[in-house]
């Protein structure tokens, strides 16, 4: 995608772990990227757009993920890029709290639930977006109209919200592991007030046919 009279934004969703085919809730646990997200990246990195910045949350399997996709570009590491805090749910896989009360009202009331030591959704979403504020600014400021963000599904989804052109809920978002989202704002300006970008695409994986 051309970014001579706008500015490209790619979003890219870390690589599946094995924690995340377990289903269990590693917010800030840092782990690693398996095996099989690692062949899921390499695919995407031939076919990602450019990047002149690459903001990455500071947790590994985002880390390593950043490194498959743009292996020898520089990277910044951003702490408010990381996952929402799952607090005393860290590290335990989704059945074995069904029974908990709190986590129950957690998965019918998330946005207004949380977890037990964990971050709240409001902390959560002023942080992403204090991020993003920044994220913006930063590069606009210095003419980078080549963007990519390397995080989670909770703070991708919450970019999604504010910057899509469509209009749609947190939960509606499917950002998929080791794939990306890149966000094309016609207008430099647009993107610099914060607007919603001009169109959005998938990132893809693998070679259309006909071209």
Same mark, same amino acid.
């Given at each position: ?53 690459? %903001? =990455? !949350? ?10 498959? &996709?743009? /292996?020898?570009? @520089? ?73 990519? %963000? =390397? !995080? ?10 504010? &910057?899509? /052109?469509?209009? @749609? ?43």
């Amino acid at each position: 995608m051309e970014s001579d009279h706008g500015v490209v934004l790619s979003l890219y969703r870390h690589g599946v772990t094995a924690e995340n085919q377990q289903k269990i809730y590693i917010g800030w646990t840092d782990v690693p990227v398996a095996a099989e997200g690692i062949e899921l990246l390499q695919q995407t990195k031939h076919f990602r757009p450019e990047a002149e910045r690459i %903001i =990455v !949350s500071d947790l590994k399997r985002c880390v390593e993920s950043a490194d498959y &996709l743009f /292996p020898d570009q @520089k990277k910044i590491y951003n702490k408010d890029l990381r996952e929402i805090h799952f607090g005393e749910w860290e590290g335990q896989a989704a059945e074995a709290l069904m029974n908990r009360e709190d986590f129950s009202g957690w998965l019918k009331d998330p946005e207004n639930m949380q977890p037990e030591n964990g971050e709240s959704f409001q902390v959560f979403s002023a942080r992403v977006h204090s991020a993003w504020e920044w994220i913006r600014e930063w590069c606009y400021q210095d003419g980078v109209d080549q963007i990519a %963000i =390397v !995080s989670h599904g909770g703070p991708i989804r919450q970019l999604l919200v504010a &910057l899509a /052109p469509e209009s @749609k809920s947190f939960w509606d978002w499917k950002p998929l592991h080791g794939q990306g989202l890149t966000l094309y704002w016609a207008d430099k300006d647009a993107f610099r007030r914060g607007e919603r970008c001009t169109s959005l695409s998938a990132v893809p994986i693998t070679a259309r046919e006909n071209g």
